[in-house]
């Protein structure tokens, strides 16, 4: 199973690039895109899930050419959008029917299986005849996943799906994911680190429209091994230290000093102290090597 | 903050192109209205002649006033949504905004907006007339007072009202669409009131209780003629200030209830059920999602029945709307009214049968229908776009035609609902009437069969420009005004027919249908027009999926490019082949329709036709020629065929003193006619349009000496498009102008010359190429019906499965023949010695008995006072009334519409008029009055045949029924002459030069003029004088009698003191005194 993204642009005005030369591939499993926001997250995702046009590029998913053939590709696709309304005065059951509709469920009966189904899957078999424009952040997110899973998705697309949920929300949302993606591709966005680190086994930075890095979070954090260094410093002097070093994070300690991170190929000096490179270094070197490189 | 919010708000107007949209159309079409108006298209139209009398002004200010209805849950609901919509409601309640500031700025902005563009109606009005081209004959000076009075004691006042009632719905029910249904609720229970309290007038509690204060206006214009009109100012007074103080102070209490009621509160609460934390998201347990046994089906009967199933979600998330509901219930309760009431405005009453039940309130209920569709397009189109639910929807495998179709089968189930609620509510009415005939077949056939197809081609365009356009409000002003402006595009016949979208070949087909012949064949131009636009809908269609929104697309650029991008697929094959196929198709109607209506098509390619006819023969105007004697012919109808052939003659005598060398001849326009001639002959002229043709005789005609002038016709042949002949299935009725006119042309008024010249009293006022002759016949028509004419059937046979029948008539009549075939029922009676025949259509047994009535009291009236009866019979004979509603005499038979036969004429103690009665009595008077005596082709000839026998008829009734309600017959002929009167557009004639078509003349003062006459000097004595002036003129040939001779007879049997009486009432037209002669007849009974 392989879905590949093979040259995409995309601009809103002729100045900006939303998407400038994409080039992705995945594989089973998850797969997340990790970058600030307006790093054209959402546009990606949005033609990865054949609801917009790119400029240029081509999408395939296994055999089957996105762009030119989206139907097939929609029959095996499962997309929650950032965010989403719901037709008002409808309940959890008739929204799943209708959507069920519309993936080309044909019987009733099965309908009505699939969606006792995926509402016990989601846990909302209690509130299922109560109005889903009156439901919570929470169970409209996991509405987003039951309406994803009527059509037995072989790709999955959800994004920014943590945005917005309290964090036990946010762990038992991301555990249901992890669930589902055990056979399939699951490609997921966010600007929470953490939401990629414990689930994703590939994945891939975005900032401003292109694509800055690719590969597995634990290939990437060996990576920055011996690269990170850190250092405790008064808060007027990281004026100094941005300029001198490659300033990456800083963050305040509890006695308002403040603990900076610098990226180093050989420890700075003798101050400084080697540190374990997590997700987040990788993240925040990504994006400061990016500010220096001029395009 | 209320100055900044405004500010803020103005600032977003105009920033938004739709406001400019808005601004420029109500500033066009009132620029237009006016310009119109005043002549600058050719012909005015203003009511009073001059384009901006204070009147007309008025006036289409109450126009605009109708269409600001529609304007202002627009600009209402924007300003509303601005935080609604964008959800900044959320924030905006947070914000230190005091309440007043945000509602009275929300208020002022709106209203701001709508007085902006009133004003802009205001001055395209004025600016209208500034135009050039405009013809200065039917504009008066610029008059500032004029403008502000108008919109400041009229306009202004009813859009404040409007303004306030939308804000209020729109706030309390949080949709912006709800001001749509509740301005139709308004404009609906406005004219319930108007319809429930519609009696003789109103008075003050209906001019107060009216929201926009037409009432009052309409009142005080309602009889004013054109000139009287064009010299009015706009109506004030102390009512109409009563009824704006009324209604103001309920708008501010209204205004003052939504502030109170309004809240900043958010209610889009949400609640977190207690349950959810207690259980695990998932279970391990649970068996696996893969080991559902789940169809996954993207065929394309699964398509179909998929656009069945989401449609049923889309029909249901209307119906389940509050303010369809309150529409629907709205729409029942107005059919109900509209039936009720409509019925008996008159005075007369119908039978509620299933036509005039779906006939009645059809206008009103339709262009509900279309509205709605209109409206629900939109909202079904941006419905997952407002929501946010786009995207989810966007991506699932659901080809584009499937969410396209169950949108439109959404539309279509509507509209069968509507018109399912129109047929239960008629049902209802007609169990409420005691009437149990339940044509449910007919209600199917005409609202399902006929009518659906029509509302369905406009839910395709509804759906088409609601997709094109990016939001609901503007895609319902464009259909709108589409559908409005259709009604003001001046093409032809043939051009309409092909141009104007979804337009009926026949816009009163409706009214067409008749129990005895059904649609007849207006049904298959009819349907021949609707597959034409279904093509053109198939176009609309494919162009509507290609454009769909359903990808996202925030720039235009970008949805030209998703449109491009599906454009280039393989459908733009069968778009093509549709668009070929429906542009031939509208070529191919086009010259179709145009070869068959004549070449003239406008009235002033007409005038100019007969301008040039006019010069090219004119100088045959003067010739003489003879007269027919004998009319001889054989007819043969076909009714399943449609159609007829006719053979005969005519004998024509020389009556002048001149020879006779040139016969003029002029054929039915319907029919092609040859000829041959007992003499030799040679063509010399002829003019195809107007089938006129000028014979040289080899040997003159010397004076008493006759030809024979042979005849052959036969009916053009029908197309799908237009039936040329007047043969229907059943209730065929032909008159005589089927048969060849001798003569020139008739190109002066007929009964307008002054009846002291001597000229006028050579012709009789019905024919000028006749005085009485001899007709004899025999008339064929299919087994299984009968035909009638005037005579004595003197023989009846059956042959080659066909029935024939021969008539004569008695003596000599008048040359106006009906001829009649049908399965009529019968029945018969002798009174008198004289046989009275009634043929009816099977279902309309109802009245016959009045009818009988009618024609006995007639009969022994009648002779009573005017002498013998000529005939030794009298038939009734019932037609269709897709021919006509009126009654009609030719020798001894009557010819009456099918309306006139399902008159009820109510229980006893009502006080419908007896319709039936009336009529047969009206008929059979003029057996005297128009057969016996014969005025001359002079003005005022209709006072001799119409008013004297309207004034009998009165009389007759009188016996019957006694003084009161014969004053209400009068009352009647009051009303129609008031009505009359003020939709004149010449000069009121005095009643003895009264024109033929100033029927409110002729009937409606007449018969009130001689029933007065009676009151002054006695029935009896009227009718002695009545009596002689019959018995010297009946049976006469010229010089025929006029009303200058009746005057003159009248006087000389009236004292002298009576004279002025006589004047003020057939000589001098004045209204006064006229309506005070009246008011004392009317007092004479109290």
């Known amino acids: 199973m392989k879905f590949s993204i093979n040259n995409l642009s995309k601009s809103y005005e002729r100045s900006h690039k939303a998407l400038d030369n994409i080039n992705i591939e995945i594989g089973q499993g998850m797969f997340g895109l990790l970058g600030p926001n307006g790093a054209g997250k959402s546009t990606l995702m949005r033609i990865a899930a054949t609801v917009q046009l790119p400029d240029e590029g081509e999408i395939y998913f296994d055999e089957i050419n996105v762009l030119e053939d989206p139907m097939s590709y929609r029959k095996l696709l499962g997309y929650l959008p950032q965010e989403f309304g719901i037709y008002q005065g409808m309940n959890a059951d008739e929204l799943l029917d209708y959507f069920a509709i519309l993936k080309g469920i044909s019987s009733s009966r099965d309908r009505k299986m699939i969606t006792d189904k995926v509402l016990e899957m989601t846990n909302l078999l209690d509130v299922r005849k109560m109005h889903v424009s009156k439901y919570s952040g929470g169970m409209k997110q996991r509405f987003g996943i039951a309406q994803i899973l009527l059509n037995d998705p072989k790709i999955i697309i959800v994004d920014e799906p943590t945005s917005g949920l309290d964090p036990a929300e946010r762990k038992r949302f991301l555990n249901l994911l992890r669930e589902i993606a055990s056979t399939n591709i699951i490609i997921f966005s966010t600007h929470i680190v953490d939401d990629i680190k414990d689930l994703c086994n590939d994945m891939a930075i975005i900032n401003k429209g292109r694509i800055l890095k690719t590969g597995s979070p634990t290939a990437a954090v060996k990576e920055l091994d011996q690269k990170i260094w850190v250092i405790n410093i008064d808060k007027n002097e990281l004026e100094e230290y941005t300029r001198l070093h490659r300033v990456i994070s800083s963050k305040f300690n509890e006695d308002n000093s403040l603990s900076v991170k610098v990226y180093s190929e050989e420890k700075p000096s003798a101050e400084f102290i080697d540190a374990d490179p997590g997700l987040e270094d990788i993240y925040f070197t990504v994006l400061e090597t990016d500010k220096h490189t001029v395009r | ?1086």
Not at chain 2, 302 to 316: G, M, T
Not at chain 2, 767 to 795: C, F, H, W
């Open chain 2, 1 to 1086: 903050m209320f100055i900044p919010i405004i500010k803020f708000e103005l600032r977003l107007w105009l920033k938004s192109l739709s406001f400019y949209f808005y601004s420029f159309v109500f500033f066009l079409a009132a620029l237009i209205s006016l310009s119109g108006a005043a002549g600058i298209f050719g012909e005015g139209s203003g009511s009073t002649g001059i384009a901006n009398s204070p009147i007309d002004i008025l006036s289409t200010a109450i126009f605009f006033n109708k269409l600001f209805l529609l304007l202002i849950p627009v600009i209402i609901g924007t300003v509303i949504s601005r935080d609604y919509l964008s959800k900044t409601n959320r924030f905006l309640f947070s914000y230190p905004v005091k309440k007043s500031d945000y509602l009275s700025g929300k208020f002022t902005n709106g209203f701001i907006t709508v007085i902006f563009i009133s004003i802009l109606v205001m001055s395209g009005m004025a600016l209208g007339l500034l135009l050039p081209g405009i013809n200065s004959d039917q504009v008066i000076g610029f008059d500032l007072s004029v403008y502000l009075q108008t919109f400041f004691l009229y306009l202004l006042p009813n859009l404040f009202l409007v303004t306030v009632i939308v804000f209020t719905v729109v706030l309390r029910t949080k949709n912006i669409y709800s001001g749509f249904p509740a301005v139709i609720i308004l404009l609906l229970l406005t004219k319930l009131i108007s319809g429930i309290m519609f009696s003789t007038g109103f008075g003050f509690p209906e001019i107060t209780a009216d929201p926009f204060g037409e009432i009052y206006f309409e009142n005080k214009i309602k009889y004013l003629s054109a000139s009287e009109l064009a010299s009015i100012s706009i109506p004030f007074g102390f009512e109409y200030l009563i009824n704006r103080i009324f209604w103001m102070t309920i708008a501010s209490l209204v205004l003052c209830y939504t502030y109170k009621k309004f809240s900043f509160t958010v209610t889009e609460k949400i609640k977190e059920r207690s349950f959810f934390k207690k259980k695990e998201l998932l279970s391990e347990s649970k068996t696996s999602f893969r080991s559902l046994d789940i169809k996954f089906n993207y065929t394309f009967s699964q398509n179909i029945r998929s656009i069945w199933r989401l449609s049923q979600y889309d029909f249901n998330y209307i119906t389940r709307n509050l303010s369809f509901r309150i529409l629907a219930l709205i729409g029942a309760v107005f059919i109900a009214v509209l039936i009720l009431k409509g019925n008996t405005d008159t005075g007369v009453k119908l039978l509620p049968v299933t036509w005039t039940i779906m006939s009645i309130p059809f206008l009103f209920y339709s262009l509900l229908i279309i509205f709605l569709t209109f409206l629900y397009s939109g909202l079904l189109i941006n419905r997952s776009e407002s929501t946010g639910m786009k995207e989810l929807e966007c991506m699932t495998p659901a080809p584009d035609f499937v969410l396209y179709f169950s949108r439109l089968t959404a539309l279509i189930k509507i509209q069968i609902l509507m018109l399912l609620i129109m047929m239960i509510s008629g049902i209802l009415i007609q169990i409420y009437s005691g009437y149990y005939n339940f044509d449910i077949g007919n209600y199917i056939y005409t609202l399902f069969g006929i009518h659906l197809i029509g509302f369905v081609i406009w839910a395709v365009l509804a759906l088409f420009i609601q997709t094109l356009v990016t939001n609901s409000f503007t895609g319902l002003i464009i259909l709108v005004l589409i559908f409005l402006g259709l009604d003001n595009v001046p093409i032809g016949d043939a051009g309409s027919l092909v141009l104007k979208f979804n337009r009926n070949p026949e816009p009163d087909f409706f009214l067409k249908y008749s129990e005895i012949s059904g649609f007849g064949h207006s049904v298959y131009p009819y349907f021949v027009s609707k597959l034409y636009w279904v093509l053109f809908c198939m176009v609309l269609i494919n162009l509507t999926i290609i454009f769909n929104k359903r990808l996202k697309a925030d720039l235009i650029s970008e949805r030209i490019k998703n449109v491009n991008l599906r454009f280039y697929g393989k459908k733009l094959m069968p778009l093509t082949g549709l668009m070929a196929l429906f542009i031939l198709s509208g070529i191919y109607i086009y010259s179709e329709k145009k070869n068959e209506s004549e070449i003239i098509l406008t009235e002033k390619q007409k005038s100019e036709y007969m301008l040039n006819f006019q010069n090219e023969f004119g100088k045959y105007d003067s010739f003489p020629q003879p007269r027919i004697v004998l009319l001889n012919f054989n007819m043969d109808i076909f009714p399943d065929e449609k159609s007829f052939t006719a053979e005969g003659f005519y004998i024509l005598v020389n009556k002048t003193n001149y020879v006779i060398d040139k016969l003029l001849l002029k054929s039915g326009y319907d029919e092609n006619t040859s000829y041959t001639f007992s003499e030799g002959t040679e063509l010399e002229a002829y003019d195809s349009v107007l089938k006129f043709s000028v014979y040289k005789l080899s040997k003159g005609i010397e004076p008493k000496d006759s030809i024979k002038l042979y005849f052959s016709i036969k009916n053009i042949s029908n197309t799908i498009l237009t039936q040329n002949s007047n043969v229907l299935e059943d209730g065929t009725f032909i008159k005589s102008n089927i048969f060849p006119h001798i003569g020139f042309i008739n190109l002066k008024n007929e009964n307008k010359l002054n009846p002291e010249d001597s000229i006028s009293h050579l012709n009789h006022y019905q024919r000028y190429d006749s005085d009485l002759i001899n007709i004899e016949a025999t008339v064929s028509t299919s087994k299984d019906q009968i035909a009638i004419m005037p005579g004595i059937l003197m023989d009846k046979r059956e042959q080659n499965g066909r029935n024939y029948f021969h008539y004569k008539s008695e003596g000599n009549i008048k040359f106006v023949l009906g001829i009649n075939s049908g399965e009529f029922n019968i029945y018969q009676e002798s009174y008198k010695g004289k046989e009275l025949s009634i043929f009816y259509y099977k279902d309309h047994s109802n009245n016959i008995n009045n009818f009988a009535d009618g024609i006995k009291s007639a009969f022994d009236y009648n002779t009573e006072y005017f002498g013998e009866y000529q005939h030794s019979n009298i038939s009734i004979v019932e037609f269709p009334r897709s021919e006509g509603s009126y009654a009609t005499t030719s020798g001894n038979t009557i010819q009456i519409s099918e309306i006139r036969f399902i008159n009820d004429t109510g229980e006893d103690g009502e006080e419908n008029t007896d319709i039936s009665f009336y009529t047969a009595a009206h008929e059979l008077t003029h057996q005297w009055w128009g057969n016996q005596i014969i005025p001359a082709d002079a003005a005022g000839a209709l006072m001799i045949t119409e008013s004297i026998t309207e004034y009998i008829t009165a009389k007759i009734y009188e016996r019957k029924f006694g003084r009161e309600k014969a004053l209400g017959f009068l009352k009647i002929q009051y009303d129609r002459y008031l009505k009359g009167r003020a939709e004149e557009v010449d000069k009121e004639l005095p009643l003895m030069y009264v024109s033929p078509e100033q029927t409110y003349i002729s009937y409606g003062k007449g018969s009130i003029t001689f029933y007065i006459l009676s009151e002054y000097i006695g029935e009896d004595n009227l009718n002695r004088i009545l009596r002689s002036f019959l018995e010297k003129n009946k049976f006469q040939g010229p010089p025929y009698t006029t009303t200058h001779e009746f005057i003159r007879y009248l006087k000389e049997e009236t004292p002298e003191n009576l004279h002025y009486l006589i004047y003020d009432l057939f000589e001098s037209s004045d209204f006064e005194k006229f309506s005070e002669y009246y008011k004392k007849l009317d007092g004479n009974s109290n």
